[in-house]
């Protein structure tokens, strides 16, 4: 299930893409009328490669083709989509077949680690969306990001910053990747609680959520596991606090992590 915060409220939408779809980035194409292929860069913690599923899927139910990478680290699935020697004619390849194509490099631990750079240059100007994993949690619900993190492309036209609602009441130890960093930022320690407004602040902060973020870039925060109606209160609770300090754009969704 999805919605986004509208007038108070959660309202539901079929699909993440159709909360995106109207929020261009603030620099575009001028030599083209028409809207320019997302890149959209997720980040943070709490199901960004269920979001990327979710995103990469709509993408192909709408009749578009669309590939997924990374900056930093994806798992090999196993699937017949995803290329694990993406080379630029490859990737044609698979994307006139599947209409999907999830690509990287070879990495130790089942992963993929990101594409070359002449390959990636090559496939921003095909006017396909492209989706990047751009950050790494451990599969945690929260993160504090480190000093060289997260790792946004210049070409990022939209930023997702995802959050585990099922953090909030658990101690920053057993929840955050890279807890110790919360002392610092949030002034709180391993044993202290996480909030809704701690999840706000990290959201809205420079330090958090929005680091790296271009000013061009359209910024989307995403607060992910709201399937039960208390962590749908708390999502409430989250996106007033954010409305209250800069009116953000804010996605709720029930999925499970991945």
Avoid at 124 to 139: F, M, N, Q, S
Wanted: one cysteine or more.
């Amino acid at each position: 299930m999805i919605w986004i915060y509208k007038e108070g409220k959660l309202c539901g939408i079929q699909t993440i893409r159709e909360a995106l779809e109207n929020r261009i980035p603030r620099v575009v194409n001028t030599v083209k009328t028409e809207k320019p292929a997302p890149v959209i860069s997720v980040v943070g913690a709490g199901g960004k490669t269920t979001i990327l599923h979710q995103l990469a899927q709509e993408y192909v139910c709408a009749g578009e083709k669309v590939i997924v990478t990374t900056t930093t680290h994806i798992m090999d699935e196993g699937e017949e989509y995803f290329l694990t020697d993406p080379s630029v004619e490859k990737i044609k390849k698979y994307l006139k077949k599947f209409r999907q194509v999830w690509a990287g490099r070879p990495a130790p631990g089942g992963k993929l680690k990101g594409l070359e750079e002449l390959t990636f240059r090559e496939i921003l100007t095909w006017e396909v969306p492209v989706l990047i994993e751009a950050d790494g949690a451990k599969r945690m619900p929260l993160k504090v990001p480190a000093e060289h993190e997260p790792v946004i492309p210049g070409q990022t036209t939209h930023v997702l910053s995802v959050y585990g609602l099922d953090a909030v009441g658990k101690p920053f130890k057993e929840v955050c990747f890279r807890s110790e960093l919360a002392g610092p930022l949030l002034r709180k320690n391993g044993t202290d609680t996480v909030t809704a407004e701690d999840i706000a602040f990290l959201a809205a902060s420079e330090s958090g959520g929005r680091k790296r973020c271009a000013e061009s870039a359209v910024y989307t925060v995403i607060l992910n596991k709201a399937d039960t109606p208390p962590r749908r209160e708390c999502a409430l609770e989250i996106c007033r606090i954010l409305e209250g300090r800069g009116n953000f754009n804010v996605i709720v969704t029930a999925f499970a992590v991945g």
